[in-house]
C-alpha cells in the first residue's frame, strides 16, 4: 500500500493563482494568504520545488506581493482553468520530477480543483491544503475540497503539512520554521 505520509523529498508545492485582483474577493483572504506564504516559506527551506500560477495575468493583475517576493521563478500566466491545460506548467512539473502535488490557491471550487483532479488523473498523490485555499463564496470551497477529497486527494492544512515535511524537532529546518509558526 502507498504511503498517504508528505514527504519534503517527493513533493512539488502548487500555488494556483493568488493574484492581486483576485484574492480581494475571496472569503477569509488573509488567512489563506498567511497559511501558502507558510508553505512557501517551508518550502524554501526544505527544497521543495515551488510552482506558481497565474490566471490571465493581464486581466487579475500579478500575484500579490507578499507571496510574490517568496516565489523564486517567474510565475507561469494561463488562460485555462486547470493548471494542466498550460504547457508550460506540465513542463516545470515535469521537470521537478516529483509525485507528489501539495496543492493551494484560489479558487478552491474552480483552478484548484480542475488541477487537483487532472493531478489525480495524471497519477500524482494530492495533498490539497485546505486553509491555503479558499472561494468568494465560502460554500463553494468546501464542496471544491470534498470534491478533490472524494476523487481522492488528502486533505490537509498549511501547519500540518509543514510539520509532516520537517518530521521532527531540533533540526535545523525546524529552528528555522519557528519564526514563521506565530
Do not use: W
Request: include cysteine; aromatic fraction near 4%; glycine fraction near 8%.
Amino acid at each position: 500500500m502507498k504511503s498517504s505520509r508528505l514527504n519534503a523529498d517527493e513533493a512539488v508545492l502548487v500555488v494556483v493563482d493568488m493574484q492581486e485582483r483576485l484574492l480581494p474577493a475571496i472569503h477569509n483572504q488573509e488567512s489563506v494568504k498567511a497559511n501558502t506564504a507558510l508553505l512557501m516559506h517551508a518550502a524554501r527551506t526544505l527544497s521543495v520545488p515551488v510552482i506558481v500560477t497565474t490566471q490571465y495575468l493581464k486581466g487579475l493583475g500579478p500575484v500579490v506581493g507578499e507571496l510574490s517576493a517568496l516565489n523564486p521563478t517567474a510565475p507561469i500566466d494561463k488562460m485555462t482553468f486547470s493548471c494542466f491545460g498550460s504547457p508550460e506548467f506540465r513542463a516545470a512539473l515535469d521537470a521537478t520530477g516529483r509525485r507528489t502535488i501539495l496543492l493551494c490557491g484560489v479558487e478552491a471550487h474552480i483552478c484548484v480543483l480542475q488541477t487537483g483532479l487532472d493531478s489525480l488523473a495524471a497519477e500524482y498523490s494530492v495533498h490539497l491544503v485546505t486553509d491555503a485555499t479558499g472561494s468568494r463564496a465560502p460554500a463553494n470551497a468546501v464542496l471544491g475540497h470534498r470534491r478533490l477529497e472524494g476523487a481522492g486527494a488528502l486533505l490537509s492544512s498549511a501547519e500540518m503539512a509543514v510539520y509532516e515535511m520537517l518530521g521532527r524537532a531540533g533540526t535545523p529546518a525546524f529552528k528555522a520554521m519557528l519564526p514563521h509558526f506565530k
